[in-house]
């Protein structure tokens, strides 16, 4: 057996599914990527746009100057049930598959390191190298691509013709040379759209890219501030990230397994919680709760800014004493706003009567511009 074969071998036996070599060449895509960045449409995420960032992306022998291969390896996550927004599901359904379980940035390293042990013990000597698992400046999509796991479809995730795209992805540069793969040419997208037509904000742009500034994915997790008032509406239920256009995608829908790693099993408090419950968390409760989960990233200040506005969409009485008591008294402002907003949805006697009150006791100016037009 060769290097290559024993080390994707030994990856496979670690739990990656797929796993490519390719060479450090320049990316493909990293035009189109700095089109992109031009255009403003990473949002906040201005760590993207940086000198240092850019310049590593383009060239890749500027993360490791010894580099001669890169290991492209996936890993699945549970597969998601489609399923109508609403807050009367379990809130697992409205957060997007892969945070349901582990934090794969806790789960994958550990995987990464016991792979380079394996490659530096068969080798007899150290192998100089650098890995990421989503947590770098590199195209990792576009890597995958030369690396033969699948092509980027228009919704802009790489597509593996076995495994659709519920997997994470992490790359490995090695100071060793690897036999490399053949680059994954066709297309199967072809003629079909579905992403396009079935994503809430139009954000699905040409060149298999997407405008950030207005994905669930970004206003529900990286947005730290308040999500701009004509995008609320859209986001329905979702409280972190989305799956839609993942969801709809014939490749998904016809051969993703349904079973991913055990460690991204959905966690028994998100098949139990509850919208309104969730509104009440104190930062203790969701530090607890959301330890070792993706979903920390957004913070307690984001994830309930998120579930007021989900409750908003749905407009349902009973959430009224609960926006009620987020509006009232929740220490954060950003909570309050979009309470705030959210009753102005509901807009029957009793929501009105909430903002009333809280216009009274309110001393943030921007909590109270939200309550005069939720009012209004
Ligand atoms: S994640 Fe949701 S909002 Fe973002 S591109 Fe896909 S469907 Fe659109
Ligand atoms: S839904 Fe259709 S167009 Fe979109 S990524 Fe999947 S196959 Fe491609």
Redesign the pocket.
């Known amino acids: 057996m060769s290097l290559t074969q024993a080390v994707k071998a030994e990856a496979r036996r670690l739990g990656f599914d797929f796993v490519g070599v390719t060479t450090p060449e320049p990316p493909a895509s990293f035009s189109n990527y700095s089109r992109w960045i031009e255009a403003g449409h990473h949002g906040e995420m201005s760590y993207l746009a940086t000198d240092r960032a850019l310049h590593r992306r383009a060239d890749l022998l500027q993360i490791l100057p010894e580099c001669k291969s890169i290991l492209v390896l996936s890993m699945r996550y549970d597969k998601p049930a489609a399923t109508a927004p609403s807050p009367e599901n379990p809130i697992q359904s409205r957060i997007a598959a892969y945070a349901w379980g582990a934090d794969y940035h806790d789960v994958i390293p550990e995987r990464l390191e016991r792979l380079i042990a394996f490659m530096e013990k068969e080798t007899r000597k150290t192998i100089p190298n650098r890995w990421y698992t989503d947590t770098g400046p590199v195209l990792e999509r576009d890597l995958g691509q030369r690396a033969g796991l699948g092509w980027i ?3 802009s ?1 790489l ?1 593996n013709p076995q495994l659709g795209s519920y997997f994470f992805l992490a790359e490995v540069f090695l100071g060793i040379d690897l036999e490399p793969d053949q680059t994954f040419t066709s297309d ?2 072809g003629t ?5 037509q079935a994503c809430p904000t139009d954000c699905i742009l040409s060149e298999r890219t997407i405008d950030a500034k207005r994905c669930l994915s970004y206003l529900t997790i990286e947005l730290k501030g308040p999500i701009p008032t004509p995008l609320r509406n859209k986001m329905s239920s979702w409280i972190f990230g989305c799956d839609i ?1 993942q969801q ?4 998904n829908q016809r051969f993703a397994p349904h079973e991913g790693d055990p460690n991204f099993s959905v966690r028994p408090n998100l098949q139990t919680a509850d919208f309104h419950t969730e509104l009440t968390l104190k930062h203790a409760d969701f530090n607890q709760r959301f330890k070792s989960s993706p979903i920390k990233r957004a913070k307690r200040r984001g994830y309930l800014r998120n579930i007021a506005v989900a409750l908003g969409n749905s407009a349902k009485r009973e959430s009224i004493p609960f926006l009620a008591q987020a509006l009232l008294s929740d220490p954060e402002a950003l909570v309050r706003s979009h309470a705030a907003w959210a009753l102005g949805n509901i807009g029957d006697e009793h929501s009105q009567n909430a903002l009333k009150q809280a216009e009274n006791q309110e001393t943030d100016k921007w909590v109270l511009e939200e309550i005069k037009a939720a009012l209004s």
Request: with cysteine; net charge positive; proline share 6%.
């Open positions: 479809g228009k919704n995730m597509i199967h997208c079909c759209t579905r992403c396009i256009c709809v995608c014939p490749w």
